[in-house]
């Protein structure tokens, strides 16, 4: 555990959440997201120009944006494609962003080796099978209530809150918890890894 007093919101986070999961936490530096089912509740709109809507959760990007403010990189990868994705990421200012993705676990390999990071320092949240095999490799493997069981299984840990609806928010929290770095938003300042953030 690192070596400062939480702040009483991170204990309050920290004390639902089992250690094993706290360690990985720990160690994560990029989050990696997919997105129907976890940035979204998986619901798919279409209007009569047959135009596809989604619906996101502002608590899940601010919770997206905390985690890059404090220097933990966040990635979208999704199976789909299209212009709603790509909107939803330049609202966010996630640079990082992969579409029509069909081999997620060779995908997180890449971005392993782009980013100089271990596996292990990799966090992977989704919600079905084809995100099976990237959640097996990495160091924080997370899925959502809705998800199949054999998903869940998969997962070293399950949101208590449905994707759409805050999973993604709820992740961050942890990771940002488990780091010690949620404190310094709910103090009004941030100073991440010696960086003073505006």
């Not at 976890?38 to 047959?50: H, I, K, M, P």
């Not at 933990?72 to 709603?84: A, C, D, E």
């Not at 759409?164 to 310094?184: F, K, M, N």
Request: net charge neutral; proline share 3%; no cysteine.
């Amino acid at each position: 555990m690192l070596n400062k007093i939480l702040h009483p919101a991170e204990s309050l986070i920290l004390s639902k959440i089992p250690e094993s999961i706290r360690q990985r936490a720990q160690n994560i530096r990029l989050v990696a997201f997919d997105v129907d089912g976890v940035l979204t509740d998986g619901s798919l709109f279409y209007n009569e120009a047959g135009e596809q809507l989604k619906r996101f959760n502002a608590l899940d990007g601010h919770g997206l944006k905390m985690l890059k403010q404090s220097g933990i990189k966040v990635v979208l990868i999704t199976g789909r494609s299209g212009p709603i994705v790509t909107r939803r990421a330049a609202d966010l200012g996630i640079a990082l962003v992969y579409q029509d993705a069909r081999d997620k676990a060779q995908l997180i390999t890449t971005i392993a080796n782009d980013t100089n990071l271990q596996l292990d320092q990799i966090a992977y949240i989704g919600d079905d099978i084809i995100d099976l095999q990237a959640m097996q490799k990495v160091g924080l493997a997370v899925s959502v209530p809705h998800a199949p069981a054999y998903i869940q299984q998969a997962a070293h840990w399950v949101t208590t809150v449905q994707g759409g609806y805050g999973a993604a928010r709820e992740l961050a929290d942890v990771i940002l918890a488990s780091q010690g770095l949620l404190g310094p938003f709910l103090q009004g300042s941030l100073l991440v890894r010696g960086v003073a953030i505006q």
